[in-house]
């Protein structure tokens, strides 16, 4: 289970999107921080409206307000006047100016078997990318916690309960697959080939630990670097 981490914005190329018209990306990612902050009242991500905008599977563009849901696949987006929900089939991505993190994050919506499912368009959040991608799925976990009812935690359902914000790691490699991380360095090790001696010798020297989120980062970042600079 993991506490609330916030990395630094990554750089994100998914290469079946990069037919997307550039001229959009780059004139929406400019104009999303022109939207006023949303209300800070709410205490979980999934919960604020973030201004950002979407690119439908249409390559059509909406540009306003985001309500996210990644255990539904739902996004939610409103302008001043209307409110539309789409599920993650009708969505090619989405970018936002995170309210709760107060940084610029990137979903995409990309087919994945979950929970023994057929293959169908779910979120992923890009946490670094290149030969190898890591990206994240958030949910909500509920915890006891009755010998402390500490208050820096919301309590929901009864004194002692708090939510915590969670996430699930996966690993898109060059050929195309989504392998789900169990957040164990043994796992990990097999994914860098050739580069594993080297791989383990920058995490014991720089002391990171794979199931800590910033860490991962680092890790995988150090990973595709390596790999580019052959």
Not at 49 to 69: A, C, M, N, R
Request: glycine residues 4%; hydrophobic residues 35%.
């Amino acid at each position: 289970m993991k506490t609330i981490y916030e990395p630094s914005e990554t750089k994100w190329d998914i290469a079946f999107l990069k037919t997307v018209n550039v001229k959009v990306v780059v004139f929406c990612t400019i104009s999303l921080f022109l939207f006023s902050s949303t209300s800070l009242s709410q205490n979980l991500p999934q919960e604020m409206w973030h201004p950002g905008f979407i690119v439908l599977d249409s390559e059509d563009t909406l540009q306003g307000k985001i309500q996210y849901d990644f255990e539904s696949n739902l996004v939610q987006y409103t302008t001043s006047k209307t409110v539309k929900t789409f599920t993650s089939q009708k969505i090619l991505f989405f970018k936002i100016h995170c309210q709760f993190f107060k940084r610029v994050r990137l979903i995409y919506s990309i087919p994945y078997e979950l929970k023994g499912r057929v293959k169908t368009p779910v979120f992923f959040e890009i946490l670094e990318e290149g030969k190898i991608t890591l990206m994240a799925r958030e949910y909500v976990t509920i915890e006891n916690n009755n010998r402390f009812g500490n208050p820096m935690y919301r309590t929901r359902g009864g004194f002692g309960r708090r939510e915590i914000l969670t996430y699930d790691y996966f690993l898109l490699t060059d050929d195309g697959e989504i392998h789900k991380f169990s957040e164990k360095k043994k796992d990990l090790m097999p994914f860098f080939g050739k580069l594993e001696p080297q791989m383990k010798d920058y995490i014991k020297d720089k002391r990171l630990k794979v199931d800590r989120q910033g860490d991962l980062v680092i890790i995988m970042n150090y990973y595709n670097e390596l790999v580019s600079s052959r």
